[in-house]
Each structure stands twice: as structure tokens, then as C-alpha cells.
Nanobody, 127 residues
Framework: EVQLVESGGGLVQAGGSLRLSCAAS????????IGWFRQAPGKEREGVSC????????YYGDSVKDRFTVSSDNAKKMVYLQMNSLKPEDTAVYYC????????????????????WGQGTQVTVSS
């Protein structure tokens, strides 16, 4: 059974940091890319970041570049999202999702339909 489980969300003041974790199981981790997405109430889902577990290539959405860092630990089948300099507009439910990494050769990660999704973790940034 495929599972993606996010953790690490919480309440933080603006300018603070959080690290989200995504634990993966039930699929060949090295053959997939893991994306982070977020959705705030009343807004569309937004792509935050993506890491290719095969070659460790990373990708970021424009709104989080230079503030967020994505990384993966293939031995542990874990993906992390380090979020620094948080802003109130970063408040959202954050999800991790998996897609075959071969598709990254064909299309931009933001245009892909990810196959598997976690249940999400809430991040709230107070001003």
C-alpha cells in the first residue's frame, strides 16, 4: 500500500522557520519525484517544490525560492522541506505527493499530475 505521511506543521511567527517531513512507503522511492504543494482556504493549490529522488535535482515555485529548501534521504525514504523566513501568506495546508521521475524529462513538474498524495499538515504563520 502506498503511503505518504506529512508531519512537522504548526504555528510559527513571521520570520520563523519550520521543517516539514514526508515519510514514503509502498513504492520504489528512487524511481519517483516528490513534490510539495500547498492550499490555503479559498485559493487554488500551489506547487511549492519538488525533488527528483533519482538525481537529487530540485525545483521551486517562484514564491518560495531562496526561502525554502527541499531535500531527500533515500535510505530513510524521507523528504524534507525546510522553510525559512516564513510569511503570513505561507499559511496553508501542505501536502507531499509522488510522481514517476521519468515524467520530469517530458514536462515541467508543475504541469504533472502526481499519482499519490499525503493527508496534509497545517502550517500557520502569524504576523
Amino acid at each position: 500500500e502506498v503511503q505518504l505521511v506529512e508531519s512537522g506543521g504548526g504555528l510559527v511567527q513571521a520570520g520563523g522557520s519550520l521543517r516539514l517531513s514526508c515519510a514514503a512507503s509502498g513504492f520504489t522511492f528512487d524511481d519517483y519525484a516528490i513534490g510539495w504543494f500547498r492550499q490555503a482556504p479559498g485559493k487554488e493549490r500551489e506547487g511549492v517544490s519538488c525533488v527528483d529522488n533519482g538525481d537529487s535535482a530540485t525545483y521551486y515555485g517562484d514564491s518560495v525560492k531562496d526561502r525554502f529548501t527541499v531535500s531527500s534521504d533515500n535510505a530513510k525514504k524521507m523528504v524534507y522541506l525546510q522553510m525559512n523566513s516564513l510569511k503570513p501568506e505561507d499559511t496553508a495546508v501542505y501536502y507531499c505527493a509522488a510522481v514517476p521521475r521519468a515524467l520530469l524529462l517530458l514536462r515541467l513538474w508543475l504541469t504533472l499530475e502526481f499519482d499519490y498524495w499525503g493527508q496534509g499538515t497545517q502550517v500557520t504563520v502569524s504576523s
